[in-house]
């Protein structure tokens, strides 16, 4: 992923490696393809956010090549039209100035039309004080009537935006990294156990040989997982909301539901009654 948003040959080369990895998901039938943060460019803080005494200084953003991270946004949108595929790629979202940029994923639709940005909301230290400014909502959409969720990188570090999608009833949630980070994978599969959604895990091709791209299903098991081999590459699984699968079944209809009842006070009515501490039956 281009880390240099100045580099216009570099833009114009994320672009289509993104739109030749569309084709590729269309014609395997996806519906929907999913790419990771910055997948357009995840600009570096080294690049972006040094100073000219290498001490860290607020980004000068009208360095970016704005205009060809618009038309690369515009081709990959004209191409999902085409193959009438959702498509959900990261790349960086200008405000109006003096404002600093969101750090977003764009949802465009299988009729090539931007539906819906989620702004990332958690965002690192440097992140923060030298580069972007934070979202503020969850984004829920539906995608051929399963309910999707959206987050970005270091939110998987924070369990209350998994735990919030899970009061949304999403049926999913697509989490796009930009790290080479074990951990945050089983993080991410941790969110598919305990809150039994699918899980799509999508981090860039040269970090897959310590953890390539994949999809959890409910109850956390890795339905598909890209080679761990540092090339582009697509992991391809359904989202059945009716599965017949052992797993899939017993925390859609059992375990899912269990939870929510006795987060909702299931239990409110079968606590001990009076003093527990006076019952001797629980004495050594």
């Known amino acids: 992923m281009p880390e240099d948003p100045t580099d216009r040959e570099a833009l114009r080369a994320a672009g289509q490696e993104i739109r030749a990895l ?7 039938g ?9 997948a357009v460019t995840y600009p570096s803080k080294h690049v972006m956010a040094a100073g000219p005494a290498g001490e860290w200084a ?16 515009e081709s990959i949108t004209a191409l999902a039209r085409e193959l009438a595929l959702w498509t959900v790629f990261g790349s960086i979202h200008p405000l109006t100035p003096p404002n600093r940029p969101h750090n977003s994923l764009y949802i465009v639709s299988d009729r090539g039309r931007l539906i819906a940005r989620y702004d990332k909301r958690f965002l690192s230290h440097t992140e ?15 995608v051929d009537g399963i309910r999707v969720g959206f987050a970005l990188c270091i939110e998987a570090n924070f369990p209350e935006v998994f735990a919030e999608y899970e009061r949304l ?3 999913c949630v697509l989490l796009s990294v930009m790290v080479d980070d074990a951990p945050r ?25 310590t953890v390539p791209s994949g999809i959890v299903a409910p109850g956390g098991r890795w339905l ?23 797993d899939i079944t017993m925390a859609l209809r059992y375990a899912r539901p269990w939870r929510r009842s006795a987060r909702d006070g299931l239990y409110g009515d079968r606590l001990p009654v009076g003093d527990p501490r006076s019952d001797t039956r629980t004495a050594f």
């Open 58 to 73: 607020p980004a000068d953003w009208t360095r970016a090549a704005w205009d060809v991270l618009h038309e690369e946004a």
């Open 128 to 142: 923060i004080s030298y580069l972007y400014s934070p979202g503020q909502q969850p984004l829920v959409v539906e």
């Open 185 to 209: 994978a089983r993080v991410a599969q941790a969110y598919g156990t305990l809150y039994n959604y699918w899980l799509g895990y999508s981090v860039p091709a040269q970090f897959s040989t």
């Open 169 to 171: 009833d999403v049926d």
């Open 22 to 28: 569309m084709v590729e998901a269309a014609g395997a």
């Open 224 to 246: 598909a997982r890209c080679p761990a081999d540092g090339r582009p590459a697509l992991a391809i699984a359904d989202i059945d909301l009716d599965s017949q699968d052992d």
């Open 30 to 38: 996806a519906r929907l393809v999913q790419f990771p943060e910055g």
